[in-house]
């Protein structure tokens, strides 16, 4: 790269923040919408913008269709026009759609005479405030998908210039290396943000060759309580991975699923295979965890509920089922062991049962 003397925009300091910026880019374990906004952000402290996007499209005949469209100060009805109304409109496709490597400023492109009567710009791009942008094109590995990346100003904003088009064409291969997986993580994210609610059960995937693809809300909380700060290397993951490879030593026919109960931990693992991408229908494998100790405390609280339970006889309880004795339970909660044997008492009454043995049946029949 050549630095700019006087008011060009290529400085040393500048090019080593684009430096940072394109090894932030390929930070895979980061998400990828997450690396997309993190890149913006920084973007933004070099060039000035207001509204931005990268737009995954694919091309069905003679028609641009959108895939999907990750944006900077769009609103959700804005894509949704874009993608539903106006995508096979865009003027920039039809120059961007190319096996080659292309970048324009629109200013230059276009004829703006011409351009700013097209129906197009007059009910999309003028309301929107998209007058005047920066256009790249990139490549994606996913089958027919391809990739734009767009800044824009409004019309009372100066243009982009040639010197911050020349900033964003250094960008641009790294666009295509970076994001050339984006259509199958984009399927494990939205899978992966239907599963964030379910506290119960951690999900992760791993690709054919074992490496760590991601995990949800659950697997990254759960496995920080364990002191896991690695979410791809960890005793969990390394069971995940030999579970795996138990799995693969049966054809898909005959196994679709492998079961075990992690030694020393409350985790119950199941592993299968899955196709994630519904373009590359690359195998991988669907690894969840059940954690046992938080389906145990939800059986547990909803007794307390329906039973009427106190806060005391729950402790009580807790202890019982962990194998404590009458003393241990005195010694644990600083009462006489009368006091225990008086709590022991309620909670059968309350339960319905006679002795500790019909407890665990109480359990089995909420675990049913």
């Known amino acids: 790269?050549?630095?700019?003397?006087?008011?060009?925009?290529?400085?040393?300091?500048?090019?080593?923040?684009?430096?940072?910026?394109?090894?932030?880019?390929?930070?895979?374990?980061?998400?990828?919408?997450?690396?997309?906004?993190?890149?913006?952000?920084?973007?933004?402290?070099?060039?000035?913008?207001?509204?931005?996007?990268?737009?995954?499209?694919?091309?069905?005949?003679?028609?641009?269709?959108?895939?999907?469209?990750?944006?900077?100060?769009?609103?959700?009805?804005?894509?949704?026009?874009?993608?539903?109304?106006?995508?096979?409109?865009?003027?920039?496709?039809?120059?961007?759609?190319?096996?080659?490597?292309?970048?324009?400023?629109t200013n230059q492109m276009f004829n703006q005479s011409v351009r700013k009567n097209s129906p197009y710009f007059q009910e999309f791009l003028l309301p929107m405030g998209l007058h005047d942008s920066i256009e790249t094109n990139f490549s994606i590995r996913n089958q027919n998908l391809r990739g734009v990346f767009?800044?824009?100003?409004?019309?009372?904003?100066?243009?982009?210039?040639?010197?911050?088009?020349?900033?964003?064409?250094?960008?641009?291969?790294?666009?295509?290396?970076?994001?050339?997986?984006?259509?199958r993580e984009l399927d494990m994210e939205m899978m992966l943000h239907m599963l964030n609610s379910y506290h119960c059960v951690g999900v992760s995937y791993f690709d054919k060759r074992l490496n760590f693809l991601g995990g949800n809300t659950t697997y990254r909380q759960r496995l920080a309580q364990m002191g896991f700060q690695d979410l791809g290397n960890n005793p969990v993951a390394d069971c995940f991975r030999a579970l795996s490879r138990t799995l693969d030593q049966e054809p898909p026919f005959l196994k679709r699923h492998v079961v075990y109960k992690m030694k020393d931990t409350p985790l119950f693992l199941e592993v299968t295979r899955a196709h994630v991408s519904q373009w590359g229908h690359e195998e991988c494998y669907v690894c969840l965890f059940f954690d046992l100790s938080y389906v145990m405390e939800q059986i547990l609280s909803q007794m307390q509920r329906d039973f009427g339970l106190t806060e005391r006889e729950m402790e009580v309880l807790h202890l019982l089922l962990r194998g404590f004795s009458n003393e241990q339970i005195s010694a644990s909660l600083f009462v006489s062991v009368p006091t225990v044997k008086k709590h022991l008492a309620a909670i059968y009454s309350k339960l319905e049962i006679k002795n500790q043995k019909q407890i665990l049946e109480k359990l089995h029949f909420y675990t049913g």
């Open 1 to 105: 790269m050549i630095s700019r003397d006087g008011k060009g925009i290529l400085t040393p300091s500048k090019l080593e923040k684009i430096n940072q910026m394109i090894a932030d880019l390929y930070d895979d374990s980061v998400t990828l919408s997450k690396r997309m906004e993190g890149f913006f952000a920084e973007l933004y402290k070099v060039i000035f913008f207001e509204k931005a996007n990268f737009l995954f499209y694919q091309k069905q005949g003679n028609l641009y269709k959108t895939h999907s469209i990750y944006t900077i100060n769009w609103n959700d009805e804005q894509k949704r026009r874009y993608e539903c109304e106006y995508c096979h409109l865009d003027d920039v496709l039809s120059i961007l759609d190319s096996d080659q490597s292309v970048s324009f400023l």
């Open 150 to 183: 767009s800044i824009h100003r409004s019309q009372d904003k100066n243009h982009f210039t040639e010197e911050e088009l020349e900033m964003i064409s250094l960008f641009q291969p790294h666009f295509s290396n970076a994001l050339k997986d984006y259509g």
